[in-house]
């Protein structure tokens, strides 16, 4: 016998990806179904990056097809394939650059650089060709981070070649200017300095930059909400209540500019005693959670206030990358996951598609 296509994708439409929470044929995930006698081969393609579940998904869409009654050969293909996502209306996007995913809070040292890098490296880990931009002028610190020094080269005289660390192209004002020296900047300086630094940066064929913010809620943070061309933010906050407050702030900052809010994570939320592993919640406990609940967004992840994330960190060897495989950097690698998989449910960008319309008065 031979199976038909209609039956092997009413097979598959009852099996749910634990990623998306939905199945592969409505989502449009099934892009091919090969049938040869009895033997049946499948083309999936994801829309976030997830080399570590292509084995796990192979294997539940292989085992649907064989309890089918007299299936011969099963054969799955899973890939991922990350597109550009619609961005604030009238805007473009960057060329080379097909999703920016800014990392935000309102408030400094809550951990939002310490975020940024550790998530820009999980989802690199998945396969993705990341970015990391670091847009805190006042404070740069993913230079460190990233255990980088030395200047960007150029070829033209203008642009920059990207810096490169742990897989991530990397720029930050940390590059160019002198760390011992402290900066006076003026607003409109600052966000034209950050313009420089994304436009005239030669990224090259990212899936996602992630910028990280300069902290606050001033002109200078509403001016980067409304010019850059964001895909989503993730907004970190610590549990305690002033910072949640601020953090507030920036969300509906986001929200103003139509950017559409990935989720929250909270960070240092426990304490993990370094001796014996006892935790213990120094700031409180639920605050990211029922931030979450008030502006029906999710709480992406909760990280504990762990001395090792400190150590990784500052040391230019975040913890994803340091012991990749240890319970935190699982965290930070669900995290990426789940906001990579709330950006490929966005609408797609189609700016690429259509021609740039010009009104001329004759
Ligand atoms: N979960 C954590 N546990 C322990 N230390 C942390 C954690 N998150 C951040 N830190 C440390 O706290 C300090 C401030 O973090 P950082 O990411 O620079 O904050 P921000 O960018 O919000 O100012 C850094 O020294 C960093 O290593
Ligand atoms: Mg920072
Ligand atoms: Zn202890």
Redesign the pocket.
Known sequence: MSFTEHAISAALATIIDPNTGKDFVSTRGLKQIKIDGNNVSLDIELGYPAKSQFARIAKLLSDALHALPEMGKVEVNVVSKVVPHAVQRGIKLIPKVKNIIAIA?G??????????VNLALALAAEGATVGLLDA?IY?P?QPQMLGLSGRPETTDGKSLEPMRAHGLQAMSIGFLVDQETPMVWRGPMVTQALQQLLNDTRWKDLDYLIV?MP?GTGDIQLTLAQQVPVTGAVI?TTPQDIALLDARKGLKMFEKVGVPILGIVE??SMHICSNCGHAEEIFGSGGGARMAADYSVELLGQ?????A??QQ??SGCPTVVADPDGRVAEIYKTIARRVAVKLAEQAKDHSAKFPTIKIQNT
């Open positions: 809070s408030k400094g040292g809550v951990g939002k650089s310490t975020t940024a805190d404070g610190s990280d902290p970190v960070n240092m990280l504990p206030l762990d001395m994330i400190r960190v500052d």
